[in-house]
Every structure is written in C-alpha cells, then in structure tokens.
C-alpha cells in the first residue's frame, strides 16, 4: 500500500494553489515550466526544458529495466474564474478551469515518491510536463521536438485527468474512452456596406446565422443515431458597429466523434453545408480551415489490466469505477505513436462527495456540479490530492517493481 505522508501533502497543496494563482495559456507556461525543472532538478532527475516550446523532461533512472512514460498537461483557459477561491487566479480572463495545474501538481509529487521512498523498483520514468493540450498541439510539438529520440521510447504510457464525481473515485474504461477531436475555422466573406442598404451588400452575418442553423443537421441527419458525434459552434465573430454590414464572419467549430468513418462523413458535411450556403447567398467561396486534429483515446487491454489490478490492490475496491464514454478529447493519444506504444488512461474524480451526493438526491447533477472548463470548476483537495499521487505511483510500479 502506498501511503502519502502530511508532510508532502502539505508541499504538494502550496504547489497547487501557487499554480492555481498563475495559469498560462498553451505554449506560455514559462513560469510553470520552471517551477516544474526546479522541483525536477531537487529530486536528481535529469532535466530538459524547452521540448516542444513549453514542455519540460525529466528522467529518473534506477538500474535496467522498462520505461515508462508518465504525463501531465500544464495549460490553463481564457476562463475568467468564478470560483471564489482564497487562491483563485491572479489573471484576468485565464483560469486553471480544466485541472491540468492538478495534472502538474499529481506528477511531481509521484516524482517525489519515486525519487525518494520507494527502493524496490528499476527501470526508468519519463515524467513528461506537456504544454498546449488545450489547443490540440503540445503533444504533437514534444513528439516533432524528438521526444522519443531524444529520451528513449517508453514500453507504456501512463496518464490521467480530474474530472466531476465523488472525490477519491477512479474511473477507467477499456478500448475507446475520449473521442476525436478536430477543430475548425470557416471564414464567410460577404460584401460589406450601410446597415440601411442591405440589398446593395452580400451580408455574412445573415451567412453566418444560416450556416450555424444548418451544421445542427450534421449530427440529426448526416449521421446514424447509433454513432455518437458532437458539433458545437463555440465561437461567431462578425462587424464592428449596428449600422455598419461587414465583409466577413468567422466561426469556430468543435467536432468530437469515436469512429474514423464517422469522422470523415461529419467533415464532408460541415465543407458541403458551409460552401453550399455561401454559394446560396451569392457570397464568395468561404475558407474552411483544419486547424488541429488528433486521434481518439484509446486504453489498451492489457495495460488496463494491470493498471486495475495495481488501483484495486491499492484502494478499496469500491473506489474503482467504470467510466463512461467521453466526448471530450485528450491529445494524451498522441503520444502512443499511433497505438504503438501501449497505454492507460484514466480520470481521478474530484468533487465534494457531501455535495455530490446531495446534488445526486436532489436531480440536479447537471446543474449544481461544475464541470470542467466552467468558470466554477474547482476539486476539492482532499482526498483528490493524495489519490492522484497514489494513482501514478501505482500504475507505474507495476511495471518498475523488481
């Protein structure tokens, strides 16, 4: 059994609120980064910093055996917090929304166990702080930076993610857990004039607003209703002024989908709704822009098996739970090398179980339990904090133990 003493709780939990005080957008982690080196550096981990921009390396090494790779996201949001915190963020409008200063905080403090109390493991972990995850970019940029070349290639990559549900609960899935995810810019040009004119102007705004009604119809009609698919508009942007029509709108889309097939049917559809109502508008061809793309997440059988056994050896059993199908993406996929190198990814539940049971009673879920990317996302540290360390340190010595 692997037990986290107070003691580095407690350095842990100053890590943790001093990143939740300073967030950083992807590729701007500086301060992050360096804190994470420091920590590294006092452990005698081997460290690099720079990879892939932001992202940092650290290799701890004992003895031969395998490599295993261990990761952490270290981006924050453009969220304004809202959570009220007594460390809240410093930053306006950027916000540790997702968790990932969490991510940061859990794998240095595996490191620290690693590095310290534990003599009965050999091999080497490849502790990897990513930058960017948010955009869909920072895995891919440590990867073309020579991750792999530079560090070794790992026999099992290992991560996981704070999310909504009782504090100190693991959830896990086998095969396909996150989905796909693409994200995409469409550019509508019009022709630009006075708001009191509009027969003279081709009015991307009015585009806009039809071209945003008829992507709903991607997922109703497009797509089976046996094969989920999410397409969400996140972002329109068009004009300056009430009486001025402009030449151009801009939307951002997020597709997320589980089966490649799928995937490729949803993207042609979005390009032939898009072109299709510029040409009924008598616009110019719009620009239909991929701006990031990365592969479903996938658990790989075998290493789910032993990941499993390990958390049930070392937590009560009943804290080991099933996880659902998630329609939100990981760039962690990535860094399997296609599915070459075998993985395990699961999620360490972070709320308030007194809150969420009460919520649970009640009906109201949805409604009273922030989730992720909410401006009142915010786990509780106890036990999430301890249970996070104890997860990596777990998984990990399934594969390093003597």
């Not at 760039?331 to 395990?344: K, M, N, V």
């Not at 649970?360 to 922030?370: F, K, S």
Request: with cysteine; aromatic share 6%; charged share 20%.
């Amino acid at each position: 059994m692997i037990s986290t003493s107070p003691d580095l709780l407690n350095e842990l939990t100053e890590i943790y609120r001093d990143l939740h005080r300073h967030p950083e957008l992807a590729f701007e982690e500086h301060r992050t980064a360096s804190l994470v080196a420091a920590h590294l550096r006092a452990l005698g981990c081997d460290t690099v910093e720079g990879v892939g921009g932001t992202g940092v390396v650290g290799v701890l090494a004992r003895g031969e055996g395998p490599t295993v790779l261990l990761r952490a996201d270290m981006d924050a949001l453009p969220v304004a917090e809202k959570t009220g915190l007594p460390y809240a963020s410093t930053r306006d409008g950027v916000a540790h929304a997702c968790g990932h200063d969490l991510h940061t905080t859990w794998l240095i403090g595996a490191a620290t166990e690693l590095a310290g109390r534990f003599a009965d493991w050999s091999g080497r972990v490849l502790l990897v702080f990513q930058p960017a995850e948010e955009i869909g970019r920072g895995a891919r940029a440590m990867l073309d930076d020579g991750l792999y070349a530079r560090f070794g290639t790992p026999a099992v990559a290992l991560g996981q993610h704070v999310g909504p549900g009782p504090a100190g609960r693991i959830g896990y899935r086998d095969g396909v857990t996150m989905a796909a995810g693409d994200a995409i810019r469409i550019r509508l040009r019009g022709k630009g004039g006075h708001g009191s004119r509009p027969e003279a102007t081709v009015d991307p705004v009015v585009l806009a607003a039809a071209t945003v009604m008829r992507l709903q119809t991607v997922v109703s009609r497009e797509v089976a209703a046996t094969d989920p698919v999410v397409l969400t508009v996140g972002s329109m942007h068009a004009g300056t002024k009430e009486n001025i029509i402009p030449d151009e709108a801009e939307l951002g889309l997020t597709l997320r989908s589980f089966d490649p097939a799928v995937r490729d049917r949803a993207l042609a559809a979005i390009e032939r709704i898009v072109r299709g109502e510029a040409a009924t508008s008598g616009a110019p061809d719009p620009e239909v822009e991929l701006l990031y793309s990365f592969p479903a997440l996938v658990n790989d059988e075998r290493v789910g098996k032993a990941v499993l056994a390990a958390f049930r050896a070392q937590f009560d059993p009943a804290r080991v739970i099933a996880a659902p199908l998630i329609p939100a993406s990981e760039d962690f996929g990535l860094l399997t090398d296609g599915g070459r190198i075998p993985s395990a990814y699961w999620f360490v539940r972070g709320t308030d179980p007194a809150l969420y049971a009460e919520a649970q009673a009640a009906g109201r879920i949805a409604e009273n339990i922030p989730t992720n990317h909410s401006p009142h996302f915010a786990p509780t540290l106890d036990p999430t904090l301890a249970t996070g360390v104890q997860t990596l340190v777990s998984a990990a010595r399934t594969w390093l133990t003597r």
